[in-house]
């Protein structure tokens, strides 16, 4: 039976990957939808490709090009968030949800509520809103499936995670193993001396070792940021107190993520750095899409290393723990105070180090209200914006020269 398929950020590099997969399996899946946010000319290139029922735009005001671009195909074509977050519902077999940041939430809401199987590449909805989507997914019957690298080698590695065979609610029968861990690459500054930081140039934060991603993502995973907003995705995606979910630099990136269980046993999952790897995974499971992907040669690996995270270099990842044991509005401020701050250092506002300064300056910074529905987590998500805008408004030190 051929899979039908919905892509939320199409034009983005999960979403790329993704329809890498289906372009090599044209038997095996169909796409339904697709979603992106601005890129209209790319947007309309895959629509004619692949020709889905509907594409939506995420920027209303490039729907007349987009919609001109696509005269003539039948392809219903719809604009911004709301008519976006709509496609993600039409019953499809798997949802990809690739759009970057907080943007993402809304069609992950949607898809969840629909009871949809959900690939889920957007980390940001469950660090600001974990609560809510989690227990929406106990509630429809959503089944979600880890895209992240890390998090979709636990799910391979973890079968009797309670979401394994489920509908995706995490929390019980956790007592069979001790922790994970998650690895990260230490991104492009692991050796870079801590006093040329300030150095740093929007060029050189975008240099990830090992994949191409998008710039929100590069930043943070030269941050390290990243990798603390894993550890809080992980803790909702897997039902476990954050004592139970480790994080180690693994430069070689070989294995991607560890289950250490309760008998002493350590079951690792071990891949080439290729993102089609666990969306293949996704796209076929609970079998495997034989996509031919790059064995992992281990006899040119040699040597595997792991380090433990320095905070000094990697205060992000410190901020990020210290926020999913905080609680509460916590995750969702740090989440937005991030974007912001990312957004800053790309536009050349603040020096890299700042980064860090500005999520610190939001955390300190008493916001109230609570995570309980989407709207309260909007709330805050928009207060924690205001105040992450103010502080680098007003501090002159943060200007890069």
């Known amino acids: 039976m051929v899979k039908q398929i919905t892509v939320l950020g199409a034009t983005g590099s999960i979403g790329q990957s993704s329809l890498a997969l289906v372009r090599q399996f044209p038997d095996q899946y169909q796409i339904c939808g697709l979603v992106a946010g601005s890129n209209a000319p790319a947007l309309a290139a895959l629509a004619r490709e692949f020709a889905p029922r509907i594409v939506g735009i995420a920027d209303p005001s490039k729907f007349t090009a987009l919609r001109d671009l696509l005269a003539?195909?039948?392809?219903?074509?719809?604009?911004?968030?709301?008519?976006?977050?709509?496609?993600?519902?039409?019953?499809?077999?798997?949802?990809?949800?690739?759009?970057?940041?907080?943007?993402?939430?809304?069609?992950?809401?949607?898809?969840?509520?629909?009871?949809?199987?959900?690939?889920?590449?957007?980390?940001?909805?469950?660090?600001?809103?974990?609560?809510?989507?989690?227990?929406?997914?106990?509630?429809s019957g959503a089944h979600i499936l880890p895209l992240d690298s890390e998090h979709n080698a636990i799910f391979q590695c973890w079968t009797g995670w309670p979401g394994y065979h489920g509908a995706g609610r995490a929390g019980e029968n956790t007592d069979d193993i001790r922790h994970i861990c998650l690895t990260a690459s230490g991104g492009p500054f692991l050796h870079r001396p801590l006093d040329q930081f300030d150095q740093i140039s929007r060029q050189d934060a975008l240099q990830h070792p090992n994949f191409e991603m998008g710039q929100k993502i590069s930043v943070d995973s030269a941050t390290m940021m990243n990798k603390g907003l894993e550890v809080i995705e992980a803790h909702w995606l897997f039902g476990l107190p954050p004592a139970k979910i480790d994080a180690l630099i693994h430069p070689q990136q070989a294995i991607h993520g560890l289950v250490y269980f309760a008998d002493g046993s350590v079951v690792a999952q071990l891949a080439d750095a290729d993102m089609r790897t666990p969306i293949s995974y996704a796209l076929a499971w609970p079998d495997r899409l034989p996509w031919h992907g790059t064995p992992l040669d281990l006899t040119k690996l040699a040597d595997l290393a792991f380090l433990p995270i320095d905070l000094q270099r990697f205060p992000c990842f410190g901020l990020a723990r210290a926020a999913l044991i905080a609680g509460g509005v916590t995750p969702a401020v740090l989440n937005a105070a991030n974007e912001v701050a990312v957004a800053a250092f790309l536009d050349g506002r603040i020096s890299f180090p700042a980064i860090a300064t500005v999520v610190e300056a939001c955390l300190d910074t008493p916001i109230d209200g609570d995570v309980g529905t989407l709207d309260a987590v909007l709330d805050i998500d928009g207060a924690a914006r205001r105040h992450a805008a103010d502080h680098i408004a007003r501090v002159s030190d943060f200007k890069q020269s």
């Open 72 to 139: 003539g195909t039948g392809i219903e074509v719809v604009a911004g968030g709301k008519a976006c977050a709509e496609i993600a519902a039409i019953p499809v077999d798997l949802v990809i949800a690739g759009v970057s940041g907080l943007a993402g939430l809304p069609g992950v809401m949607a898809a969840v509520d629909a009871g949809q199987r959900i690939g889920l590449a957007n980390k940001e909805s469950l660090v600001s809103a974990g609560a809510v989507v989690m227990r929406h997914v106990a509630q």
